[in-house]
């Protein structure tokens, strides 16, 4: 198998949504150990075992308005967390889309025979390369709570949480004696394509533990491997693209019905009112100059 140095990093994106599934979800020590360093530094608490309930990727995603790539990962204590790559921001409403995974997830869990109190909780982590939130902070935690900041529940029964990482808010030119955990593995994903190339990614993968272990699972790829990855995810986004574009052309379509409705329901309200006018007494010349309209326009309306 070529070296890290030749071949293989080149292919590397850990971006896109197939490969991040893959690095992180696949059934093996190295994929798991990556996913629990992951998890740990964004979720800031101690990961000592999860377990991923969905590592096969998608079969077949040609019909699939938005093609699922998450990852669902399950901690020891039950806690269940819904792990996302998003390259891009889409014309189907992303803040919407990530609530609304939240909601699935956690109405999702078994509750006969057990109090609401049961529920364990339910995290959405999502990952995404673009600007959505009018903040300077990389990464924000969002749940139930009004305008004040109130906890609509007890802080420790508060088991809904969505967390957004936007990759784009980060600072590249950081001095990395200066980065955060976080700071540097978002770094390694926006740049662990250019290897040791990349000063950062060589320190990085000289001292720095967590990146090792991310760049151990990133090593036991193929380079064909990569070459797969990245077919796929060009096939199933051309797919998200053509689906798009048909929601599009479908409520272009919409909205071309709802105008002809309304210029019906128009030209009803003038007949109405010609009809009107002509009962009291009114000639076709006089009704013409009013409504700015031919008497044979206004003979059209009344057929």
């Not at 869990?109 to 909780?121: A, M, R, T, V």
Request: charged fraction near 35%; glycine fraction near 2%.
């Amino acid at each position: 198998m070529p070296t890290r140095n030749e071949v293989l990093i080149r292919s590397a994106n850990l971006l896109n949504d197939f490969a991040f599934k893959y690095v992180f979800g696949e059934d093996c020590k190295e994929a798991n150990d990556a996913l629990k360093s992951l998890l740990t530094v964004f979720l800031e608490r101690s990961v000592n075992k999860v377990v991923v309930k969905n590592s096969e990727m998608v079969k077949d995603y040609s019909k699939m308005k938005s093609p699922r790539l998450d990852l669902l990962v399950e901690f020891d204590d039950r806690t269940t967390v819904d792990l996302e790559m998003q390259l891009r921001q889409t014309k189907d409403n992303l803040p919407i889309r990530f609530s609304y995974y939240l909601a699935r997830l956690h109405g999702s869990q078994e509750l006969e025979g057990k109090y609401y109190g049961e529920l364990k909780e339910t995290i959405v982590l999502v990952f995404f390369n673009v600007n959505l939130i009018d903040n300077h902070r990389m990464c924000n935690t969002f749940t139930l709570r009004n305008e004040e900041g109130l906890s609509f529940v007890e802080e420790s029964q508060d088991c809904m949480k969505l967390r957004t990482v936007e990759m784009a808010k980060l600072d590249v030119n950081k001095p990395l004696k200066d980065m955060n955990e976080q700071e540097k593995m978002i770094y390694y994903f926006l740049n662990c394509h250019k290897g040791m190339d990349d000063s950062k990614i060589k320190v990085m993968i000289e001292s720095d533990g967590v990146i090792q272990m991310l760049e151990k699972r990133v090593e036991t790829i193929s380079d064909d491997g990569w070459k797969k990855i990245i077919e796929d995810f060009q096939k199933l986004h051309e797919n998200e693209e053509r689906m798009e574009l048909q929601l599009e052309i479908e409520e272009a379509h919409k909205q071309v019905e709802e105008a002809n409705k309304q210029v019906e329901q128009k030209n009803q309200e003038i007949k109405q009112m010609i009809q009107l006018m002509l009962t009291n007494g009114m000639s076709l010349e006089f009704i013409s100059k009013s409504l700015s309209k031919s008497e044979d326009e206004i003979r059209d309306l009344l057929r």
